[in-house]
């Protein structure tokens, strides 16, 4: 049974250059969250894809939009890049309807802008 | 609004020892708390859960939780600590309003000492 599984594991971008990360959910969820987690910080909720809708969204920018394809894969687009976007960007999947659930966290994308 | 605050940094302890990592929470309605543990360059790893019941939750690796309504705490705790266990701990809370929305604290860096 794979896990979350997140691609690439790094990656160095120039500020001002945009993204694509991706995200393949554990088998049998269909729900599919983005966070941010900053170095020396706790993870920060970006938002939450499920049956290929963006439901939830926390404190980020417009930059920052996602897609959900009929899989449940995902993806994380980030525009115009900004140095403070470097940061560890981890996804994390559940299913609807075990709302009581914990969350599966994969390895996360290391991202670095210079 | 919910949120969770983890008072300590960093948490020092000899190998065999109890370990106490802190947790406090502010949340609206029932708490859905949690432990994760992040190893480095590694994505967050499930250890435990309250939703209801029992105060004094048991986990993975022989950790467990002790979850107090009246000082809205959920202490992760483990009777006898193993240099292994040496990582970085996350206590989080779960939306209220949506199951798969996660707020962390800023996370506790675990040294166990030989």
């Known amino acids: 049974d794979a896990g979350v599984t997140q691609s690439p594991t790094h990656l160095i971008k120039t500020r001002g250059q945009q993204v694509t990360l991706r995200c393949s959910p554990k088998s049998g969820h269909d729900t599919v969250s983005w966070y941010q987690q900053a170095l020396g910080q706790g993870p920060q909720f970006i938002f939450q894809?499920?049956?290929?809708?963006?439901?939830q969204r926390g404190n980020f920018p417009d930059r920052f939009s996602g897609h959900q394809f009929p899989n449940y894969s995902s993806e994380l687009n980030v525009n115009a890049l900004l140095l403070g976007d470097s940061a560890l960007y981890l996804c994390?999947?559940?299913?609807?309807?075990?709302?009581?659930?914990?969350?599966?966290f994969g390895p996360g994308t290391r991202l670095t802008v210079t | 609004a919910q949120s969770v605050a983890q008072p300590e940094d960093q948490v020092n302890v000899a190998e065999g020892n109890p370990l106490t990592v802190k947790c406090t929470y502010s949340?609206?309605?029932?708490?859905?708390l949690f432990w994760y543990v992040q190893y480095p360059n590694r994505g967050l790893q499930f250890l435990l859960k309250?939703?209801?019941?029992?105060?004094l939750v048991k986990g993975s690796y022989g950790f467990e939780a002790e979850f107090n309504k009246s000082q809205t705490s959920f202490h992760l705790k483990k009777p006898s600590a193993l240099v292994s266990d040496s990582a970085l701990y996350f206590c989080?809370?779960?939306?209220?309003?949506?199951?798969?929305?996660?707020?962390f604290g800023s996370g506790t860096k675990l040294n166990v000492k030989p």
């Open positions: 309250y939703i209801t019941g029992d105060n």
């Open positions: 989080a809370v779960r939306d209220g309003n949506n199951f798969n929305k996660f707020y």
């Open positions: 994390a999947s559940s299913r609807v309807g075990q709302g009581k659930g914990e969350q599966y």
């Open positions: 894809y499920y049956e290929e809708e963006e439901r």
């Open positions: 949340v609206s309605g029932n708490p859905y």
